[in-house]
C-alpha cells in the first residue's frame, strides 16, 4: 500500500518509504503479533551491514512491552502470558552462514549507468546542465503562479519529501499548481509529469551528487570555543532578481541533497549575495576612454559565517608552499592533472553540527549535510583529507594543492603507471573526479596560475595578456589591483620593488595622487618584464647556489641562481624597498642589509647546503 509519509533518518536525511506492508505475523518466542511495515530502499553498503527489520514503538506497544533497564531485560505480554528476555543476548547479530541479507544485483546496474554516462558526455550534457535546467522550469512555473515565500517554501518541502521516492523527481504539489482549472480530472502520471526532454531524463542517474567520502576517513566537525554563545541573524533583504537567484540556488542544493529544511537552530547566518566576476576585461567606456573592468556573469549565493567562524576553534592545519609545488614539478617530462567533483560537497559535516551551518532566506531555513564554503576550518579539513587518501603518494608521484591535483611522471609509461596508482586510490576511497576537467598525459600545464612542463616554470600568458592590456591607473584602488596581479609573479621580475617604487609611493597616506611621467615609467616597464619573464627553473640539489645583491638608494634586491654546465639558471628574484630609516643608511650598510635580506628570503634554499657562493 501506497503511504505519504516520510521517515528521517540518523543523519537527517529525509526519504519516503516505497509503501506499507500490512498485517505482517511476527513471531518472538511462541507469540506472533501483526504489525504494519514500512519499506525503505537502503543502499547496498547500508543494507549488507544492518539487520533487515527494524521494530519500532508502535510494535513495543502492541507487544505490551516493558523494558527494564537496571537489569537489563525485556518482558513481552500475549493475552496474559509473558516472555522474558536478555537485551545483551538479543542485540547479537545473527551468523552470516544461517541467513541471507543481500543480494549482489550491482554488475548489471552499473553497467547501464557507465553506458548512460559515456552516452550522455559524447552529446556534451552533463549533469550540471541538466538540474540547471530543471530548476530554471520550476522558478518559470512559480513566477507564472505568482506563489508566495510561504507557498514556494511548502514546495520546497514537498520536493524534499518527494526526493527518495521512486517516481518523477518533480514535486507533486509543484505539479498540482500547474494544473488549469478545468483540468481535474488529469492522471496522476500526465499532472507530474516531468518538464525535461526525454533524452534529458535517460541521464537522470548523473543528477545525483557522488556518494561522499566516507565519515570514517574524514568528517568536517565544527568545534566551538569555550563559552561561546549561539547567534541568530535575520535574513537580509533582496530585491526580485536577487530573490530569484535565491531561489534557483536552494531549489538546486535541495535536489542534490546538500541542504535540508530544518525548523530550528542556535545558530542561523543570512544569505549573502557577491557577482560573479569573469576576468579583467578592458572595455571603452563612455568617453572613448579604455578603462579595466571585470564583467558581472551571474550571481554567487554565499552564507555569511563570520559570527559563526569568530565562536570556532580554529583549525592550523597548513596548506602546502606553491612555490615548492612548483618547484617539485618543473622539468617533469608528463602530466596528468585531475579536479576532485565539487571537492567540499564530497565531505559529510559531522550530524551533530550540521545545525550550526543553518543560513536563513526567504525561504525558509536551510542546515547543509555536505561541508559549504565559508567556514574558517574548511580548507584545512579538506586538504588534511586530500593528504590522508594520498599520503604514500605524496611527492612521489602526485602534488596536491586543494582540490587540484597533478600526477607526473619522467617518461610516458612512469607518468602512465602514476596515473593508474591514483586512480586506483580514487576509486577505494570513492573519491569522484570532474571528468570534464581532468587532463591525462600532457607534456606542460597550468597549475596554480603557473605553466610547469620540462623547460621549468613560467607565467600564464593569458594572466600577462590581460595586464598587458590595463590602461593607467586612474586612483588608488586601480594602482593596488595592478601591483597584485603583476606582484603574483614578482618572482619572475628582476627588481620589481624598485620598478614599482614610484606606484607604491601614491598608496602612501597624505600623498596627492599625481599619476606623473615616472609613474608611467614604472607602469610600462613592469608590463615589458612580464611579457617578456625569463622561464624559472627548479633548484638541482646537487649543484651549489648562486646568491647576487644590490641595493639602491630605496630599494635592495636579489637573485638566486645556479651554473649547471657552464650555464647559469634564474631560480628566484627577491626585492623590497627601504623604509624612512633604511634609506638613511650609508651606501655600506645599504649593501650589507641587501645581504642579509637575501639570506632571510633564501633561507630555505641555503639552510644546509654544501656549496654557496656570492657576488
Avoid at 519499506?39 to 521494530?55: K, Q
Avoid at 535546467?133 to 519529501?161: P, R
Avoid at 482549472?181 to 502520471?189: A, H, L, R, Y
Avoid at 624597498?577 to 630555505?604: C, G, H, I, W
Wanted: charge should be negative; proline fraction near 5%; hydrophobic fraction near 35%.
Amino acid at each position: 500500500m501506497e503511504t505519504k509519509v516520510v521517515i528521517q533518518l540518523a543523519d537527517r536525511s529525509c526519504i519516503n518509504p516505497v509503501g506499507v506492508l500490512e498485517n505482517v505475523i511476527v513471531k518472538v518466542h511462541d507469540f506472533l503479533y501483526p504489525a504494519d511495515f514500512h519499506v525503505i530502499r537502503m543502499s547496498e553498503d547500508v543494507s549488507a551491514e544492518s539487520s533487515g527489520v527494524l521494530l519500532g514503538r508502535p510494535f513495543l506497544r502492541t507487544a505490551k512491552t516493558l523494558i527494564d533497564v537496571c537489569e537489563g531485560t525485556i518482558c513481552l505480554d500475549y493475552h496474559g502470558e509473558k516472555y522474558t528476555f536478555n537485551i545483551d543476548e538479543a542485540m547479537k547479530k545473527p551468523m552470516d552462514v544461517e541467513n541471507l541479507h543481500s543480494v549482489d544485483v550491482i554488475a548489471p546496474l552499473v553497467q547501464e549507468y557507465l553506458e548512460k554516462e559515456f552516452l550522455a558526455r559524447s552529446e556534451g550534457t552533463t549533469e550540471h546542465n541538466i538540474i540547471e535546467a530543471e530548476v530554471a522550469n520550476w522558478c518559470e512555473t512559480m513566477q507564472k503562479n505568482n506563489l508566495t515565500n510561504l507557498e514556494i517554501s511548502e514546495v520546497i518541502m514537498d520536493f524534499c519529501q518527494a526526493k527518495g521516492s521512486s517516481g518523477s523527481s518533480r514535486p507533486a504539489q509543484l505539479a498540482s499548481v500547474e494544473r488549469a482549472p478545468g483540468q481535474g480530472s488529469q492522471s496522476t502520471d500526465e499532472a507530474d509529469k516531468n518538464p525535461l526532454p526525454q533524452e534529458e531524463r535517460s541521464t537522470e542517474e548523473l543528477k545525483k551528487l557522488p556518494p561522499g567520502l566516507n565519515p570514517d576517513l574524514c568528517m568536517h566537525h565544527i568545534r566551538l570555543e569555550e563559552g561561546a554563545k549561539a547567534h541568530r541573524d535575520p535574513q537580509r533583504k533582496l530585491n526580485p532578481h536577487l530573490r530569484e537567484e535565491v531561489l534557483k540556488e536552494v531549489l538546486k542544493l535541495v535536489s542534490l541533497g546538500i541542504i535540508y529544511s530544518i525548523p530550528d537552530s542556535n545558530w542561523v547566518s543570512p544569505v549573502h549575495m557577491v557577482p560573479k566576476k569573469s576576468g579583467i576585461q578592458v572595455v571603452t567606456n563612455a568617453k572613448n576612454e579604455l578603462v579595466p573592468t571585470r564583467l558581472v556573469t551571474g550571481w554567487r549565493m554565499c552564507i555569511d559565517y563570520r559570527k559563526l567562524n569568530a565562536a570556532t576553534k580554529k583549525d592550523h592545519f597548513p596548506l602546502p608552499f606553491i612555490d615548492q609545488i612548483l618547484e617539485r614539478l618543473a622539468g617533469k617530462q608528463y602530466f596528468s592533472f585531475l579536479d576532485a567533483y565539487s571537492g567540499y560537497f564530497q565531505i559529510y559535516v559531522d550530524p551533530e553540527d550540521q545545525e550550526k551551518t543553518t543560513f536563513t532566506c526567504p525561504f525558509g531555513t536551510y542546515a547543509y549535510q555536505r561541508m559549504p564554503f565559508g567556514l574558517c576550518n574548511a580548507p584545512g579539513t579538506f586538504q588534511r583529507c586530500m593528504m590522508s587518501i594520498f599520503s604514500d603518494l605524496l611527492e612521489e608521484c602526485i602534488e596536491i594543492f586543494m582540490d587540484d591535483f597533478t600526477v607526473y611522471g619522467d617518461t610516458f609509461e612512469k607518468c602512465l603507471h602514476n596515473l593508474d596508482l591514483v586512480l586506483e586510490r580514487c576509486q577505494k576511497k570513492s573519491l569522484v573526479l570532474n571528468f570534464e576537467k581532468c587532463h591525462f598525459m600532457v607534456t606542460e600545464g597550468i597549475v596554480l596560475g603557473h605553466v610547469v612542463s620540462e623547460r621549468g616554470i613560467q607565467v600564464d600568458q593569458a594572466k600577462v595578456d590581460v595586464i598587458a592590456k590595463l590602461p593607467f591607473p586612474t586612483n588608488q584602488k586601480e594602482i593596488q589591483g595592478f601591483l597584485g596581479h603583476a606582484g603574483f609573479y614578482r618572482r619572475f621580475i628582476r627588481d620589481f620593488a624598485k620598478i614599482a617604487q614610484p606606484l607604491t609611493r601614491l598608496l602612501q597616506n597624505e600623498v596627492e595622487f599625481q599619476f606623473d611621467e615616472k609613474c608611467k615609467g614604472a607602469f610600462q616597464l613592469l608590463k615589458e618584464r612580464l611579457i617578456s619573464a625569463p622561464i624559472i627553473r627548479a633548484p638541482n640539489w646537487n649543484y651549489p647556489f648562486e646568491v647576487m645583491c644590490d641595493a639602491s638608494d630605496y630599494a635592495v634586491g636579489a637573485v638566486l641562481g645556479q651554473k649547471i654546465d657552464g650555464k647559469s639558471y634564474v631560480i628566484f628574484y627577491v626585492s623590497k624597498t627601504l623604509n624612512q630609516a633604511q634609506k638613511n643608511y650609508d651606501t655600506t650598510e645599504k649593501e650589507m642589509l641587501a645581504v642579509v635580506y637575501s639570506f632571510e628570503k633564501f633561507r630555505p634554499y641555503l639552510l644546509g647546503s654544501r656549496n654557496l657562493t656570492g657576488r
